[in-house]
């Protein structure tokens, strides 16, 4: 091959590098820029008069008087349309039986919404359920809740050949020529004044515990759930990875039974966590009774397992990468053999080791199989350090997933899910750039 064939070559490899770069780094922008632009909304978003309300009633932090202020001016800017809805009770009252059906069900479904918008109605009482009691929180979601109002939805099926399409039919219509009909327009009007939006910073997301099946309050629990669980796996898988990874490297033959041993760690990397759960459940739970039901050790337990294989193999690989010429320079000085892996071949492997803690970190933050049937409950709260061996906890990776397929009304607070998605990647982040700092400061101080 002549030299200018080598360098157009060269120049083709270097060229196709940088395109899958770049294709790579599109790749990930387009995959996390809506978990960050829809999770930070979650944090920073336009608060209603009912959010304020929520953090004086449910969480005592807003100033009671103004809030008070607040609730006596939206009541006196709703003072028309109850005005109105009175008149039209009064007007339904006297209709004919036949003509009283025809609106007595187009007016609960305005009641319902109009309860779904502002809360408890005037005469109403006092619903337990948070969500019953107050109205929508958030700015985007109430007008979401004002076009409901305003608009009925109905589906068009004139046309045979093809399927149905969606209309918005004016609500103020079915009330045409009654009391009611003021409402519409009024409501359209005066929304910002009923509604009172504000921007919100609401750091305490991060801290608050939930109300009413996340209806309310933030993902505190949840926060420390996990980091809880991420600690434990890693307290157990480090210390018996890096051992097993010494013995493996400078103990033990290397035969049979070792190349067995290192075959079996590879497969454990590639089963599957579900049957990580499912072992956690029947062996530590049931079979060693570490504790009567689901509990963060029992949770810490399993993911330590499941991540102890990729500790043990990148612990392995960084020993091995350790020149020899250390060892036997170590034990020319008349080290012991432990005294020399401790004090020479770690500090020397600690970057590769620790790159290893770094990627298990991350999975073990993230897993939910293993302890769905281990530590994690869908509501409650994070137990302390001293219930962590009896008490289960709320994780992210869980209650993701439980939002996204369990909860009833899960359109209502998809800004909580995407706010779950986006702190467990923050968490996990830091967690990495806390580990990578580590690895960089051990690698800078072996080069003194």
């Known amino acids: 091959m002549n030299l200018n064939t080598r360098k157009l070559l060269d120049k083709s490899f270097s060229a196709l590098g940088l395109i899958l770069s770049a294709a790579l780094l599109m790749m990930i922008i387009i995959i996390l820029y809506p978990i960050f632009s829809l999770g930070i909304g979650a944090f920073i978003f336009k608060g209603t008069i009912e959010f304020r309300r929520v953090q004086n009633e449910l969480f005592r932090r807003e100033n009671s008087e103004s809030i008070k202020q607040e609730i006596n001016d939206q009541k006196h800017a709703l003072l028309p349309l109850f005005d109105a809805m009175k008149a039209f009770e009064k007007e339904l009252s006297e209709m004919p039986a036949s003509k009283k059906r025809e609106y007595k069900s187009a007016y609960s479904d305005f009641q319902t919404s109009l309860r779904e918008l502002i809360g408890v109605l005037p005469g109403e009482s006092i619903p337990e359920l948070p969500r019953c009691r107050y109205g929508t929180t958030r700015w985007d979601k109430a007008s979401e809740k004002l076009n409901n109002i305003l608009f009925v939805e109905e589906y068009d099926y004139s046309n045979p050949t093809k399927m149905g399409h969606k209309i918005l039919k004016p609500r103020a219509d079915l009330f045409s020529g009654t009391a009611l009909s003021f409402a519409f327009p009024f409501l359209k009007k005066n929304f910002n004044e009923i509604m009172r939006p504000e921007i919100v910073f609401y750091w305490r997301f991060l801290t608050d515990s939930s109300k009413d099946s996340h209806f309310f309050g933030g993902i505190g629990p949840e926060v420390t759930g996990t980091i809880l669980l991420t600690v434990g796996a890693m307290l157990i898988a480090v210390p018996i990875g890096i051992l097993s990874a010494i013995y493996l490297t400078e103990y033990a033959r290397q035969n049979w039974l070792t190349s067995l041993l290192r075959t079996l760690i590879s497969t454990l990397s590639g089963v599957p966590s579900i049957v990580f759960g499912l072992f956690g459940l029947a062996f530590f739970i049931n079979t060693m009774k570490i504790s009567e039901s689901k509990s963060v050790f029992a949770g810490s337990l399993t993911l330590g397992l499941l991540i102890l294989p990729v500790i043990i193999r990148a612990s392995e690989e960084a020993i091995l990468a350790v020149p020899k010429t250390y060892r036997e320079a170590a034990l020319s000085l008349g080290a012991s053999p432990w005294k ?96 990578i700092f580590l690895r960089n400061r051990a690698f800078n101080k072996m080069k003194g």
């Open 340 to 435: 020399m892996i401790v004090s020479v071949v770690l500090p020397a492997a600690l970057p590769g080791i620790l790159t290893g803690i770094i990627i298990s970190m991350g999975r073990a933050a993230g897993e939910t199989a293993p302890i769905i049937f281990t530590a994690a409950v869908s509501l409650g709260e994070a137990p302390g350090l001293m219930d962590v061996f009896s008490q289960p906890t709320p994780a992210l990776s869980w209650n993701i997933y439980n939002l996204a397929t369990e909860h009833q009304k899960v359109d209502q607070i998809r800004h909580v899910q995407y706010g779950m998605v986006f702190t467990l990647i923050m968490i996990v982040l830091v967690m990495n750039c806390i580990a």
